[in-house]
């Protein structure tokens, strides 16, 4: 299985960008991010049987994450965007999780069962 996901692109400071991947049925998806230089990290993740969503603090009020399961696709949508989300994003998906515990677990966890290729968000004037 291979996630695509894409989106990503330059953008000013504050300004807005919509990350798409592909959508597992039965899977929790999510979104980490590597900067350079620095280990990878958190972002959000969604329920793989509902709207229960997770969020890092840093991205809280910022980022929405959402699935459309009839389109197969998991969106993160980042607004008011900051230099320090200059990263590649990558989506990622793990087997049946459904609570907002497991959700913050997984966002501590590299161990995924499937990982995107990555896309490139630049934040910069």
């Known amino acids: 299985v291979q996630l695509q996901a894409s989106g990503g692109g330059l953008v000013q400071p504050g300004g807005s960008l919509r990350l798409s991947c592909t959508a597992l049925g039965g899977y929790a998806m999510s979104w980490f991010r590597q900067a350079p230089g620095k280990q990878r990290e958190g972002v959000a993740a969604i329920s793989s049987k509902d709207d229960t969503t997770y969020y890092e603090d840093y991205v809280k009020g910022r980022f929405t994450i959402s699935r459309d399961n009839a389109k197969d696709t998991v969106y993160l949508q980042m607004d008011k965007l900051k230099p320090e989300d200059t990263a590649t994003y990558y989506c990622?998906?793990?087997?049946?999780?459904?609570?907002?515990?497991?959700?913050?677990?997984?966002?501590?966890?590299?161990?995924?069962?499937?990982w995107g290729k990555g896309t490139q968000v630049t934040v910069s004037s």
């Open positions: 990622a998906a793990l087997w049946d999780i459904t609570s907002e515990q497991g959700l913050r677990a997984m966002m501590r966890s590299s161990a995924m069962d499937y």
